[in-house]
């Protein structure tokens, strides 16, 4: 498959109860780490897809989950959804030290982000 998910990530307007409710549920791995002043919670699922949460930025509009589809060029992707009609809700943005992101609203407003890891 030349583009599939990525990474699954929860924006929550509260991370404690979040991270206590699915490490009960299933058996993942959270690990807390520091992105830039901001607490990243890394989730490890062992076998397949995993992601992260963290307080949402937004958290007027609730919590929600969000996947992320890996592209080889994230502005060349944003810039062609755009030309397809979705709305650009995040421009393109660094990840210091793995990668670029961009969150995009296709033409019937479901989200979806955009991911490039960085060039090794």
Do not use: C
């Amino acid at each position: 498959m030349a583009n599939p998910f990525v990474h699954v990530e929860l924006a929550t307007t509260d991370v404690a109860k979040a991270k206590s409710f699915y490490q009960s549920l299933f058996d993942w791995t959270l690990k807390d780490e520091d992105m830039g002043g901001m607490i990243y919670t890394m989730i490890g699922v062992g076998e397949g897809t995993g992601g992260g949460m963290m307080k949402h930025p937004m958290p007027e509009h609730g919590s929600a989950w969000l996947p992320y589809v890996l592209v080889d060029d994230v502005a060349a992707a944003a810039g062609k959804a755009k030309s397809l009609g979705a709305t650009i809700v995040k421009d393109v943005t660094e990840v210091p030290n793995a990668g670029s992101f961009s969150i995009i609203s296709d033409p019937t407003g479901a989200v979806l982000g955009l991911w490039q890891p960085k060039s090794r």
